[in-house]
C-alpha cells in the first residue's frame, strides 16, 4: 500500500479510471489549469488534455446541465463543484433531470455522472459556504449519495461511483484533503451501500460518515480509559444506505448515538434514529441520541463555530447519556 492525500487519491481514482474509458471527462472550476480548487486534479490536465478535463465559467447550473446531457448520450461526466454550497445553483439539474431522466423516459436514458466537491462547514466560511447537504440529496429517489472519510475509501468509492450507471452525488470535505492514509495499488473499488465497522465494541454504537466521524474516534479513545467500549460504524454511503450494519449492531449493543455535521431537523440521523426504532426497538435499552449542529447559519467567529459544531465531548455526553452514567 501507498500513503497518499485525500486528494490525492481522489485524484488517482479519476485518473486511472479515464485511462481505461475515454468517455469520461472531467469538467468544472479551475480543475484544469490550476490544477483544481483543492489540487485534487492536479496533473490531469497535463495527461489528458482540455478536451476530457474541462475548465469552466462560473456557471454551476450550466455545466451541470452540459453534463447531465452528455451522460444522456453515453459519456460518463464527474462535474465538480468547488463547494457544495454552489450547487444549489445547479440543483434543478441535479434533482429534475439526473435523478428523474431514467425513469421520464421509460429506460431509454441512463445518466451515469458523478457530481463531487466538499460538503459541510471547512473553518471561518460562515453562514453560506459552511453547509452539509447529503440528507438534501438523499431525500430525492434516483440519486446515490456517497461521503468517504479517509483516503483508501475515497479511492475506492470514487472508482465505484464513475462506473456507476446512475447519478452519484460524492461529497468530500475541504479540511480532510491533507489527509494521510493507506490506499491499496493496483485494481481496488469499495461497493457503494456497503458501511464499515470502524472500531468494534460491545457497549454503544456509534454511527457517523464524513469527517466529523473523527470525533466519534476521539471520544471512543477516551471513553476506552473509562471502561467503556465503543462500536463505531462509518457509513461511507448514506443512500442507499447499510440498515443491516445498523441494526446488527445494535441488536449487540443495545444502544445507539447518531453523529452528523447538519442541522437537526429532518437529516440523516432522523432516518436512522426511525428506522431503529421500527425493526429494533425491543433491543434498545436507552432512548437513541442524535447529535448535530446548532439549528442556526454557521456562525463566522471561531469561538462561536466551536459551539456549532459537534465535538468529541459531545460524543461522550450522549454515550454517557445512554449508558445511564
Known amino acids: 500500500m501507498k500513503t497518499l492525500q485525500f486528494r490525492e487519491a481522489i485524484q488517482q481514482a479519476m485518473s486511472e479510471e479515464m485511462r481505461k474509458d475515454d468517455t469520461i471527462y472531467l469538467m468544472g472550476e479551475e480543475v484544469a489549469e490550476y490544477n483544481g480548487a483543492y489540487k485534487a486534479s492536479k496533473g490531469m490536465l497535463d495527461e489528458f488534455g482540455p478536451e476530457r478535463v474541462i475548465d469552466t465559467p462560473i456557471s454551476e447550473l450550466g455545466f451541470s446541465g452540459i453534463g447531465v446531457g452528455s451522460a444522456m448520450i453515453g459519456n ?8 457544495f454550497n454552489f450547487a444549489l445553483v445547479g440543483i434543478d439539474q441535479i434533482i429534475n433531470n439526473a435523478a428523474k431522466i431514467r425513469q421520464m423516459s421509460a429506460g431509454q436514458f441512463p445518466c451515469p455522472i458523478v457530481f463531487r466537491g466538499p ?37 475506492g468509492l470514487l472508482k465505484s461511483a464513475i462506473r456507476d450507471d446512475d447519478p452519484v452525488i460524492f461529497m468530500e470535505s475541504e479540511q480532510m484533503y491533507g489527509d494521510k492514509g493507506e490506499v491499496p495499488e493496483g485494481e481496488f473499488t469499495i461497493p457503494i451501500g456497503v458501511a464499515d465497522i470502524k472500531r468494534e465494541g460491545t457497549d454503544v454504537t456509534i454511527v457517523s460518515f464524513g469527517k466529523i466521524i473523527k470525533e466519534a474516534y476521539k471520544a471512543a479513545d477516551e471513553l476506552e480509559k473509562e471502561g467503556i467500549s465503543c462500536e463505531i460504524i462509518d457509513l461511507r454511503t448514506v443512500r442507499p444506505m447499510d440498515y443491516d450494519a445498523i441494526l446488527t449492531s445494535v441488536k449487540k449493543t443495545n444502544r445507539l448515538v447518531v453523529l452528523e455535521e447538519a442541522w437537526p431537523f429532518g437529516n440523516v440521523a432522523t432516518e436512522i434514529t426511525y428506522q431503529v426504532q421500527d425493526k ?28 456549532w459544531l459537534p465535538n468529541h465531548e459531545d460524543v461522550i455526553k450522549a454515550v454517557k447519556k445512554v449508558l445511564y452514567k
Open 76 to 83: 460518463r461526466p464527474i462535474i465538480e463543484f468547488m463547494t
Open 119 to 155: 460538503t459541510a462547514s471547512a473553518g471561518q466560511l460562515a453562514a453560506t459556504h459552511s453547509q452539509a447537504f447529503e440528507s438534501w440529496y438523499a431525500n430525492c429517489p434516483g440519486l446515490k449519495v456517497v461521503v468517504p472519510s479517509n483516503p483508501s475509501d475515497a479511492k
Open 280 to 307: 429494533a426497538f425491543d433491543y434498545l435499552d436507552a432512548p437513541v441520541v442524535k447529535i448535530n449542529t446548532a439549528d442556526t447559519p454557521a456562525p463566522y467567529s471561531p469561538v462561536l463555530l466551536a459551539e
